[in-house]
């Protein structure tokens, strides 16, 4: 288990933002709950006003494989190229559901997948990502605010 | 001006958490931008899964007062108890737009604001909130990830 901590948050926040600069988004969609920091710090970064969330969530819908569910959606009437933001491509089921509904729905919006780790056996990878993920990542924010003693 | 570093924000979390377990909500919205890496937080801190967002704008209407613009909306058809969540309550007006439209759409739901700061001029007070605020704060998701030399 790898423990990825605000520090590495930081410095990791400058280097992916580079390559999602030539994008020139004007949305970010932090996908809930696990995008939502990474999804904040991006949208400051690149000054992005319009930044959304959307929730997805998975269950074991029997032991081949997830079943995802996508929840609420996003308005994007007013965007043209939107940044969707996740901390990790696990299996890739999050995204291999997603992103059909979104260009389905939003047929005049272009989109790009950015997030820090990504696994090289996802179903879907990101157009833009930091690190390769071997094991198992603790993220801060699944451990800073729920010890007292953390920090 | 007042620094307001990760370090605060990891022992507010634990603070604030608190006051808001006693409302024993199921879905937290984060008011975008500036509440969205508290929301993640605090939905990680009281484990709570139904994560959403919303965006609220505020612009110079006249010299006397700013306009706001509530952009997008929520999935609220399974929730009951909902926990509002902003860095900030400045001026009020975000609150003093949202509460009524929130409460009208959603007659079947209770709502709870939680802040870490407020000011005592607001038009409307946070039902929790940790600081009030005196001066002008800097938090650290509008500093740390625009500067490379901030940690």
Redesign the interface.
């Known amino acids: 288990m790898i423990y990825y901590d605000?520090?590495q948050f930081?410095t990791d926040?400058?280097r992916l933002s580079q390559p999602c600069e030539s994008f020139q988004a004007d949305t970010v969609i932090?996908i809930?709950?696990g995008g939502?920091?990474l999804?904040?710090?991006?949208?400051?970064?690149l000054d992005i006003?319009?930044?959304?969330?959307i929730?997805v969530?998975s269950y074991d819908a029997d032991v081949q494989r997830n079943e995802v569910s996508i929840?609420?959606?996003?308005?994007l009437s007013s965007s043209k190229r939107v940044l969707v933001v996740d901390d990790i491509v696990d299996s890739g089921q999050t995204l291999f559901a997603l992103l059909p509904l979104l260009r389905s729905s939003h047929p005049h919006c272009e989109f790009r997948v950015a997030t820090l780790f990504t696994k090289q056996t996802a179903l879907v990878q990101p157009d833009f990502f930091l690190h390769e993920a071997t094991e198992w990542i603790d993220f801060f924010?699944?451990r800073?605010?729920?010890k007292?003693d953390?920090?």
């Open positions: 605000y520090k930081c926040i400058q932090a809930a709950r939502m920091t999804g904040h710090a991006l949208a400051m970064r006003r319009n930044l959304q969330s929730r969530e929840l609420g959606q996003c308005d924010w699944e800073d605010f729920l007292s953390s920090i």
